[in-house]
């Protein structure tokens, strides 16, 4: 943004002045050419301070300004109301004062006049500040106007001045761009409509992936797929987050939605030494409990080398709390439990049609995380040459406790067989039971606790050299390595006896639960049941690119490059299940003593909930070790291994005001797959594929660019597909088998982007694009001998042999979809209007996509709907307000997200044909005061309006869950040397 974010810098000799007007003015100026310094403006200029006049220039003329120590106490007494070039008015406003300025071609430099007169004197300039334009938009528009694909970009500065917890809030504001969010914050990133496995994500040039999941059931936990979750990240380690969404063959492949390229903080972003401090601290309405964050830099530049240090830390308490049922379905009540109603509802209960909620549960999750992120680098850059090696950590662990109340009887009713009665019942126009009383009902309550750990770390060497005047050479290597580990997942359950009503009339999507006995006393409670459950994941990139650029006719640039993947990935999962369900089913086995907690943070109910080991461990297990229990262990584990390599050739051609960049890949897989220690046979797959592009840049001016991308790309299939356990269904006759053959998802791209730069700061762009979505993987379903399916028999205790006529359900490539959309992005300022408005911009975007799918049943491979694909929401945008002045800003920004299918399960399709997410709208707001040119006040508050997630079941519209996570506010200060 504007000046008000960079700071002052003191230096004491006349080499430091030179070298840091040199780095700032570079950083951060627009060049004043001959005929923008006598470009005129319309003026309204009443400012009391030469610094506040400059500030006010800057933004008007956009041109960066670097002032003398004094500036911001030397007044003026000079009013510019009419019309003037920058010559003019810096003339009449320095008229009167000892000051004088210097045009060049970086910015304007304001100085006494004895240092004007003669800059060979050694007269210091102990303060110096720029005061640029709206510095990180600016620099945002920048870079995505030097690319030739269609590209956002989000920068350093403009990440740090949002309210981000982490990289996927900074990205929301993107159009294209939506994320979902865990715990009241950002997790993970999709783009243009599509699957977040769809979205290649690089840091610092290659590829990479780390997973880590959700505690509820309903987002799905133990989350192993190829979608990245950025809240492993803080924000602040990273200088820029561009988004390609036009490919081009120099980029990595699997970025079929698009590819997310982060790049961390270097030495030489910012020459000579800096250290940046920032501790926060915050607060949730729902946790009560402070938490901390702090972050710091410091870097330093000696001749050709620099080096670089970033940390960030962060430990914080988070909450959601909810409603959420185990969906609807339609169930036939037992005619001992409808005695009390009348004629017409004991028959209509008992006739099963009618549409029941399962569960309704009153829930609380609580997390204590902490966070740590480490990046480091070191720099070379000569004339020569340009090395940087770049080292990446990242930690994030937390302690998840989980606590649930719900009536648990017959079908998950609150039905007990032979004692409950249903007192009394309504039933609405879509046959829904939407308010129920019973009598003598089964309640329960479920207590869980989790551990989770994930870890990330990555090393990247990257360096390109000039060989010649013509003939630059490039090459990277690196390595990352993640890991997602649940060492402890147990459960514990209790059940009980209680009069309970569930109402939806009033919100048909956060039922009104009411009990009328005591939940908080032990007596009421008896022990049901224990689950334990180990797991782990772990995901392994190794990347080596090499590249060879030469220029010919001082136009025509040649790249050819190569470059090789090897990606490997496994899961685990170890559990115990149902452990003393039996034994405590014909007994009433009282709580242990001592091991209750209290739960009254949920605004609805407050009931007794279970200390989840301790309890555990009162009734000799070991909840730490599944070995240690005398009960049968159940393990399921995949491994995946990718090998890629890649050839590809690049020309482009670059004039004045047309940049035609044209190449073809040749990419090449091999993939591996072993389920449960067992190689399965045909395993290893082989594809090729040739990818072609072509991306073109017309400028017919400075303020038009109109771009063209044609390209085709590819997505790998999802870990499941490729690896999903084989099963046989003797009933029925029908195995089920995971295709290791499975080739990549295909995809034809056309994108068109208009982009339109006005003076005084305002910019505008709209951009189409298509895909042609062809290879889609569906299931299929084909009769043929068990022989002939090439598959190991491991159901030695049936009948099945080799003679035997199955049905043989396994993934293949054979549909087509497509996807389209438009994309729209505003950035408004009026800087030549009189205060406050001056001060005043707009940035906002909006994004329409439309497409659809066939959806199919996994269990028999016939097609079930079309629907939208899952992830898709068809309307989404965001609006940012600001106000900035020399010393203060603030941002007001909300962020849209239309409803959309999260997935189609064929196991619940009895229950439901869908779920998936209702409309949502978030509200952000960051205040920031400068102190001084080094330090600075700041404070965020985030989802203002404590937004409810509502997810729904069905595409009936039925409640599902139901969550909000609170308020949170962060106060802290930011100091840089």
């Not at 008992?350 to 309704?360: E, H, L, M, S, Y």
Request: glycine fraction near 6%; charge should be negative; proline fraction near 3%.
């Amino acid at each position: 943004m504007i000046g008000a974010r960079h700071g002052a810098v003191r230096v004491d000799n006349m080499l430091g002045k030179t070298l840091l007007l040199f780095a700032l003015l570079c950083s951060a100026s627009t060049p004043v050419l001959a005929k923008d310094a006598e470009k005129k403006h319309f003026l309204r200029l009443k400012t009391k301070t030469l610094a506040q006049a400059c500030h006010q220039l800057s933004r008007i003329y956009d041109v960066a300004f670097v002032c003398a120590k004094g500036a911001h106490s030397k007044s003026l007494t000079a009013d510019l109301v009419g019309s003037y070039s920058i010559t003019q008015a810096l003339h009449a406003l320095l008229r009167d004062t000892d000051y004088a300025y210097q045009m060049t071609p970086d910015g304007i430099i304001v100085t006494s006049k004895p240092a004007a007169k003669n800059n060979r004197q050694n007269t210091v300039i102990d303060e110096v500040v720029v005061m640029g334009i709206q510095a990180s938009l600016t620099r945002a528009q920048t870079l995505k106007k030097a690319t030739t694909e269609i590209s956002d970009a989000v920068v350093a500065q403009d990440i740090a001045a949002y309210p981000n917890i982490n990289t996927a809030e900074a990205l929301q504001r993107i159009p294209g761009v939506v994320i979902t969010r865990e715990a009241g914050e950002g997790r993970q990133v999709s783009l243009r409509g599509l699957s977040a496995d769809f979205t290649l994500v690089t840091v610092n040039g290659m590829p990479v992936l780390a997973n880590n999941d959700s505690p509820m059931d309903s987002r799905v936990q133990k989350q192993h797929d190829r979608s990245f979750d950025f809240n492993l990240f803080s924000a602040e380690l990273f200088s820029q987050t561009q988004v390609f969404k036009a490919y081009s063959v120099e980029q990595p492949v699997g970025g079929l939605a698009g590819t997310l390229a982060l790049r961390t903080t270097r030495p030489f972003d910012r020459e000579g030494f800096n250290f940046v401090v920032t501790p926060q601290v915050s607060y949730n309405e729902y946790t009560k409990q402070p938490a901390e964050r702090i972050t710091s830099m410091v870097s330093n530049t000696w001749g050709d080398w620099g080096a670089i240090l970033s940390v960030s830390y962060g430990k914080r308490w988070v909450e959601e709390q909810g409603a959420n049922t185990i969906r609807w379905r339609q169930i036939a009540l037992p005619d001992t439990s409808l005695s009390l109603l009348s004629p017409q509802l004991q028959s209509t209960l008992a006739q099963g049609d009618v549409i029941i909620p399962r569960g309704n549960r009153y829930s609380v999750w609580r997390s204590e995380q902490n966070r740590l992120g480490i990046g480091g680098g070191l720099e070379y850059k000569g004339s020569k040459g340009h090395v940087n090696l770049d080292v990446l950590h990242a930690k994030l662990d937390s302690q998840r406790d989980e606590f649930h109340l719900y009536p648990r009887g017959y079908e998950s009713t609150p039905i007990i067989r032979g004692l409950t009665q249903l007192a009394d019942a309504e039933i609405n126009h879509k046959n829904e039971l939407i308010y129920s009383r019973y009598q003598d009902a089964r309640v329960a309550t479920e207590s869980r606790y989790q551990q989770t750990k994930t870890d990330y770390d990555q090393v990247v060497l990257s360096a390109a050299f000039t060989l010649s005047h013509d003939t630059h050479w490039n090459i990277l290597l690196g390595e990352e390595k993640s890991s997602f580990i649940i060492p402890i997942s147990n459960k514990i359950y209790t059940r009980g006896v209680s009069d309970v009503s569930v109402d939806y009339r009033d919100d048909r999507y956060f039922a009104d639960i009411q009990y009328a006995s005591n939940l908080r006393q032990d007596s009421m409670w008896y022990m049901n049941e224990i689950d334990l459950e180990e797991y782990a994941s772990a995901t392994h990139y190794r990347h080596a690119k090499t590249a060879v650029n030469q220029t010919f006719f001082d136009k025509l640039n040649i790249e050819w490059g190569l470059d090789f993947n090897r990606f490997t990935t496994f899961s685990s999962s170890t559990y115990q299940s149902d452990l003393l369900k039996e034994l405590w089913a014909d007994t009433e086995t009282a709580l242990p003593t001592g091991m209750t907690r209290l739960l009254n943070s949920h605004s609805n109910a407050s009931w007794l909930g279970l200390k989840t080991n301790q309890a555990i461990q009162s009734f000799s297990l070991n909840p730490y070790d599944l070995a240690a229990n005398p009960f049968a262990i159940q393990n399921n584990t995949t491994r995946l291994r990718e090998d890629k390599s890649a050839a590809y050739i690049s020309a482009k051609w670059q004039t004045d005001t047309l940049t035609i960049q044209a190449g073809l890949r040749y990419q090449k897989e091999k993939i591996n797959v072993t389920l449960d220690s067992f190689e399965a046979c045909c395993s290893t797959a082989k594809h090729q594929q040739w990818l072609p592009s072509l991306n073109l840049a017309f400028h017919p001016n400075a303020q038009w660019i109109m771009r063209l991308g044609l390209s085709r790309n590819i997505g790998f299939p999802s870990f499941e597909d490729l690896s999903s356990a084989l099963a046989y269904d003797e009933q029925n006759k029908i195995v089920y088998g995971a295709n290791h053959q499975l080739a990549p998802y295909t995809s034809d791209n056309v994108d068109i982007a208009i982009e339109r730069y006005i003076e005084q700061h305002t910019s505008m762009s709209v951009s189409v694009f298509y895909k042609n979505i062809s290879d889609f993987i569906v299931p299929q379903a084909t009769e043929m001998t068990f022989g002939e399916a090439n598959l190991p028999n491991l159901w030695a205790d049936t009948d099945l042999d080799s003679t035997t006529l199955i049905t043989l359900v396994n993934k293949t490539n054979q549909e087509q979809a497509s996807i389209a959309g438009i994309e729209t992005m505003v950035r408004y300022e009026r800087p030549d209007l009189p205060k406050p408005w001056g001060n005043m911009g707009v940035v906002g975007h909006y994004t329409f996509i439309q497409g659809e799918m066939t959806y199919y049943n996994e269990f028999n491979a016939q097609p079930l709907f079309d629907k939208a694909m899952p992830n898709l929401s068809k309307h989404t945008g965001s609006l940012t307000l600001y106000y900035e002045t020399e010393r203060f800003n603030a941002r007001l920004s909300a962020t849209y997200r239309d409803s959309y299918i999260y997935r189609v399960n064929s196991a619940n399709l009895d229950d439901e044909d869908e779920t998936g997410f209702h409309p949502s709208t978030y509200l952000d707001a960051s205040v920031r005061y400068k102190l001084n040119s080094q330090w600075q006040l700041q404070g965020e508050a985030l989802n203002l309006t404590n937004e409810r997630e509502e997810q729904y079941t069905s595409s009936q519209d039925r409640a599902y869950n139901s969550t909000t996570s609170g308020r949170t506010f962060y106060l802290g200060v930011n100091y840089r040397y």
